[in-house]
Nanobody
C-alpha cells in the first residue's frame, strides 16, 4: 500500500507562485509514473501533469502548460509541482498519485488528503 502526502498549498494572489510537494512511501507502483491532479469545488478531479521515472518525459494539461512544471527526486520519493502565473481558475485541491499508464493518464485508486490551493483575483 502506498501512502501519499501532499503539502505546499495555500492562499496566493493571481499572478503569484506556489510549489507543491508530494512524498510517497510504502509500496510504490510498478509504473513509477507520477502525476498531479486537481479537483475544484463542484467539479470532477482532473489531470494536471505527469512525469516518468527518469524525469526526462513530462506531460501537461493544456490549461497549465507553460505555467506549471513537474519534477521529481527519486532518492527522496518526492514529486513537485512548481506553479507560476497562477489564476483564480487554478483554485482546487491538488493531489498526487502514481499513474497506471502514460497514454491514458489513469491514476491508481488510492489517494492522499490533497493540499488546498486558493488563488484570489
Amino acid at each position: 500500500q502506498v501512502q501519499l502526502v501532499e503539502s505546499g498549498g495555500g492562499l496566493v494572489q493571481a499572478g503569484g507562485s506556489l510549489r507543491l510537494s508530494c512524498a510517497a512511501s510504502g509500496r510504490t507502483s510498478s509504473t513509477n509514473i507520477m502525476g498531479w491532479f486537481r479537483q475544484a469545488p463542484g467539479k470532477e478531479r482532473e489531470f494536471v501533469a505527469c512525469i516518468n521515472f527518469s524525469g526526462r518525459n513530462t506531460y501537461y494539461a493544456a490549461s497549465v502548460k507553460g505555467r506549471f512544471t513537474i519534477s521529481r527526486n527519486n532518492a527522496e520519493n518526492t514529486v513537485y509541482l512548481q506553479m507560476n502565473s497562477l489564476k483564480p481558475e487554478d483554485t482546487a485541491v491538488y493531489y498526487c498519485n502514481f499513474l497506471t499508464d502514460w497514454s491514458t493518464k489513469t491514476p491508481f485508486p488510492s489517494w492522499g488528503q490533497g493540499t488546498q490551493v486558493t488563488v484570489s483575483s
